[in-house]
């Protein structure tokens, strides 16, 4: 996995502290160093602790499982740079900011296409196999997307 160093950064204030970030045991990460972080953030143990949110009028409830699986996706999307997710979940479809960390409604579909994301985030046990990594991106997307059924979801 490549971190891009622009996006580790940013999550640096201007002072060299770490902001709203932790480590994945909850430790805060203000005063680590940068080693330190940037081996957390390859290991995908460094977490913003910050949820996912459901927009106000989407149809959706997630499990404590499922919302604790999607926060961690989410990080991992932001640090890949991945700016909207489709969020898979049973045979539904949402889109995710993945900067607001929102899920704003339904992924629009034209004619049973779904487009405008940059990655794939599936909260689907079947999905994962040989360990949870719900995250999908770059090849893995196209791979998963060729087994996919109608209107592109995983069946």
Request: charged share 10%; no cysteine.
């Given at each position: 996995?490549t971190?891009?160093?622009?996006?580790?950064?940013?999550?640096l204030g201007?002072?060299?502290?770490?902001k709203?970030l932790?480590?994945?045991a909850?430790?805060?990460?203000?005063g680590q160093?940068?080693?330190t972080?940037?081996?957390?953030?390859?290991?995908?143990t460094?977490s913003?602790?910050?949820?996912v949110k459901?927009?106000p009028g989407?149809?959706l409830?997630?499990?404590?499982?499922?919302q604790?699986?999607?926060?961690?996706?989410?990080?991992?999307?932001?640090?890949t740079?991945a700016?909207?997710?489709?969020?898979l979940?049973?045979?539904?479809?949402y889109?995710?900011d993945?900067?607001?960390r929102?899920?704003?409604g339904?992924?629009?579909q034209?004619?049973?296409l779904?487009s405008?994301?940059?990655?794939?985030?599936?909260l689907?046990?079947?999905d994962?196999?040989?360990?949870?990594n719900?995250?999908?991106?770059?090849a893995?997307?196209?791979?998963?997307?060729?087994?996919?059924?109608?209107?592109?979801l995983?069946?």
């Open positions: 996995m971190i891009d160093p622009v996006q580790l950064l940013r999550a201007s002072t060299g502290q770490a709203g932790q480590s994945s909850g430790a805060s990460i203000a160093n940068f080693d972080l940037l081996q957390q953030a390859q290991a995908g460094l913003s602790g910050q949820s459901i927009a989407v149809q409830s997630l499990t404590d499982d499922q604790s699986q999607l926060t961690a996706a989410a990080d991992q999307a932001q640090l740079g700016q909207r997710a489709l969020v979940v049973g045979d539904k479809a889109a995710l993945v900067a607001t929102t899920i704003t339904p992924a629009p034209d004619r049973g779904i405008g994301f940059d990655t794939a985030i599936s689907n046990p079947a994962h196999s040989g360990g949870f719900p995250l999908a991106g770059g893995r997307l196209l791979s998963q997307l060729a087994g996919a059924g109608p209107l592109g995983l069946l």
